[in-house]
């Protein structure tokens, strides 16, 4: 079992940054996949970054990449969302999820545990 809980979210102005932190409980972190969704109103939620335990060649959504970049600290149980040169579009809540295992997806629903969300608002 892994929980989740999402930090870092809040109110921001078109180019700036923001970084989100997920802290996992559990010992075996390291044996999970880590991804980062969000959901803006009225959209399905989309994949933008995810990562398995080496943190090398994470995926990034072409919406995102460039700008967003996933990190993940195995020994604090953490992985990082940091999002520069923020822009109206990229207002949604953000989401933490983990998929047991070494394969990267980008398929919500195979995903196991999700947090609770935290809410981004970029302003123009």
């Known amino acids: 079992q892994v929980q989740l809980v999402e930090s870092g979210g809040g109110l921001v102005q078109a180019g700036g940054s923001l970084r989100l932190s997920c802290a996992a409980s559990?010992?075996?972190?390291?044996?999970?996949?880590m991804g980062w969704f969000r959901q803006a109103p009225g959209k399905e939620r989309e994949l933008l970054t995810a990562?398995?335990?080496?943190?090398?060649?994470?995926y990034y959504a072409d919406s995102v990449k460039g700008r967003f970049s996933i990190s993940r600290d195995n020994a604090k149980n953490t992985v990082y969302l940091q999002m520069n040169s923020l822009k109206p579009e990229d207002t949604a809540d953000y989401y933490c999820?983990?998929?047991?295992?070494?394969?990267?997806?980008?398929?919500?629903?195979?995903?196991?545990?999700w947090g609770q969300g935290t809410q981004v608002t970029v302003s123009s």
């Open positions: 559990g010992r075996t972190f390291s044996r999970y996949v």
């Open positions: 990562t398995n335990w080496s943190g090398s060649n994470p």
């Open positions: 999820a983990a998929r047991q295992g070494l394969v990267v997806t980008t398929q919500a629903n195979e995903y196991e545990y």
